[in-house]
């Protein structure tokens, strides 16, 4: 099948760490899932304060959200607009969508990351960071490392020391906020390194024993469960491995 080079994410990393087989069904075998009404709603939320932050009016910015989900039947306008008035932009705030591509070590062949952050202020003492969550549940900053690796490639990109991280949940108005020293960055590096490393050396055996992919990238059934799409199929497969 000849050895595929991936180009990570924290999704795809968080993925693999939930369950190794969704991840294999999605990134390496590429099946589809299927484009659900949260998902829609974020996708368009996002680019709805991306183009006001870029100078578009309001209005303008909901229609491009609408377009962005291809008109999702599930999404409406007046849901997008809502949860736009309440993120807390203006017109060239900051830096929206900033993307980066790193590699994660200083070793040639060292796995490269990639990913967007949602909104970056550079000021003169400080540099923060924005990421945008239309959950209907909160959680802290550090219970995941998506802030940190974006707090990681800043450093990185803007040459800091120090990074204000924020978690905006626009249901609830609600600002979690941490600040990351290249220490805290550190960890969230080394866990996406070494993550990723691991799914390497996977891909390397998946290419040379393809008949034993169930075992290479096997399920790891957990509450997670509930919101996969590929459950049944899964569940036929493995239900003697299942105690969730």
Known sequence: MGLMKMIFSFSRLSLYETCPYRFRLKYIEGKEEPFTKPKAIGKAV???IEMVVKGSDPKDAVLNGIVEIDFHPEVSSEEVGEL???APVTPHIGEAEVYFR????????SPEIQGYIDLVKQGEWETTLWDWKTNHKVYGVLDTHQLGIYAW?????KGTN?????LYFLRFNKDIT???SEENAEKA???????ALEINRKLFLLDIM??????IFPPRPSSACHHCPFVIECYLKHAQTWRI
């Open 84 to 86: 736009l008035k309440k």
């Open 178 to 180: 941490h600040v990351f």
């Open 102 to 109: 790193l590699p994660l070590s200083d070793s040639p062949s």
């Open 162 to 166: 120090f990074v204000t991280g924020h």
């Open 46 to 48: 996002h680019k709805a």
């Open 210 to 215: 393809p008949e034993k992919g169930d075992e």
């Open 189 to 195: 590096r080394q866990w996406a390194y070494d993550t």
């Open 153 to 157: 490639a800043l450093m990185k990109l």
